[in-house]
């Protein structure tokens, strides 16, 4: 029994570690909870063990060569796992359309009639274009959500004309890697790659058009929407009902701290540095 206690917290540490050390080697490839690399890590170590007994006469679970093998399996593991889950959880945008449209706004659907134009100024507007960064980075701060771009609040479809107008070539595609760029610069380049975005074709007044769909799912860290032009700082929105609204600092650190806990290891250590900051405090 003693042996059990003293055995369970060394495997479990040494699954932490094997699985944080196989996390760097994939740099940033695989994107597991802590907790849920300890499980594949631990999965790793036994299928090590497993090899190693059946190609080595000597096993001893610390010689380096075991230590390779069970760093290899779990890196293994991980990137198989990760690479399925990846897969898994992806949004795909299969709804028509128009039954999105039908539906109605929600806390997962918002529609902008445009993402560059005013149409009460009739001129690019930089206000429109943040409200559409702010909307995205709201949906990928909660728990996802599709925003619509050429339907109006009323549910009536205006397309893109405008909007394409203002692009280098009125099209899908350069509307898209515009949207793309933009997002990369308000929300950064992770951010900017979680959205799926395509196109409907549709006809406003006799005239070819399209809606754009932006497919967003909810984000495994917090995404900030840098003001533009760098004026200010970055902001937290997040989506509340059939509405986006911005965090203030207590309320976004303590969104944050909830939706995105530390793992073991980082609280730990963070913990450790307020106790030696606090330590020499004292009178």
């Known amino acids: 029994m003693v042996a059990i206690a003293v055995a369970l917290p060394i495997v479990l540490l040494a699954a932490y570690l094997i699985g944080q050390l196989a996390r760097r080697l994939l740099r940033g490839r695989v994107k597991l909870a ?17 090899i190693a007994g059946l190609v080595f006469d000597d096993v001893r679970p610390w010689s380096p060569s075991v230590l390779l093998l069970a760093l290899g399996a779990t890196m293994a593991i991980l990137a198989v796992f990760a690479a399925v889950a990846a897969a898994v959880q992806r949004p795909q945008p299969g709804e028509p359309v128009q039954e999105l449209i039908r539906r109605g706004e929600s806390d997962r659907l918002e529609f902008k009639s445009s ?119 970055s902001e937290l929105w997040v989506r509340t009902g059939n509405s986006t609204r911005q965090l203030k600092v207590d309320e976004a650190v303590d969104y944050v701290m909830h939706r995105w806990p530390l793992g073991i290891g980082p609280t730990v250590a963070a913990q450790l540095r307020a106790a030696v900051r606090g330590s020499g405090t004292g009178a």
């Open 115 to 233: 993402a560059r134009w005013n149409l009460h100024t009739a001129q690019r507007d930089e206000r429109i274009e943040m409200v559409i960064a702010k909307t995205v980075a709201g949906f990928l701060n909660s728990d996802g959500g599709t925003l619509l771009i050429g339907v109006n609040d009323d549910g009536i479809v205006v397309g893109l004309v405008n909007d394409f107008a203002v692009v280098k070539a009125p099209d899908a595609d350069r509307f898209e890697l515009w949207l793309r760029d933009f997002l990369a610069g308000t929300l950064g380049q992770n951010a900017a790659a979680l959205p799926i975005i395509d196109f409907t074709p549709t006809t406003v007044n006799g005239a070819a058009t399209h809606v754009c769909r932006v497919t967003c799912p909810a984000s495994p860290r917090p995404v900030f929407v840098r003001p533009a032009k760098g004026a200010g700082q």
């Open 34 to 50: 802590t907790a849920t690399t300890i499980v594949l890590s631990v999965l790793g170590i036994s299928a090590g063990l497993l």
